[in-house]
């Protein structure tokens, strides 16, 4: 099982997210809000490969960035994606 970590090396604040589905999904977002970090921002590409919508493969989309924020002493860090 893998788990992801995020620390503020500037105030200790520490969130450990594991998956807990079968599926081996992390429900993050709600992890870190509990423990005091926010997901500040997300950047998404978003690009229409046809004129006209129809089915979501005619939209391609990409994440490009996610910051993370401690919300007890204001630093970030962003994740590049890319």
Known sequence: MLKVIVKC???GNEV???PITIGKVAYW???LRD???DI???????ELME???SDKSD???KLREI?????????YICLDCE
């Open 9 to 11: 090396e500037n105030c």
């Open 16 to 18: 450990e997210v594991y």
């Open 29 to 31: 977002g709600q992890s």
């Open 35 to 37: 423990k005091s970090f």
């Open 40 to 46: 500040d921002s997300v950047d998404i590409d978003v």
């Open 51 to 53: 004129d006209v919508v």
């Open 59 to 61: 939209i391609c989309t």
């Open 67 to 75: 910051r993370i924020d401690c919300r007890k002493c204001g630093q």
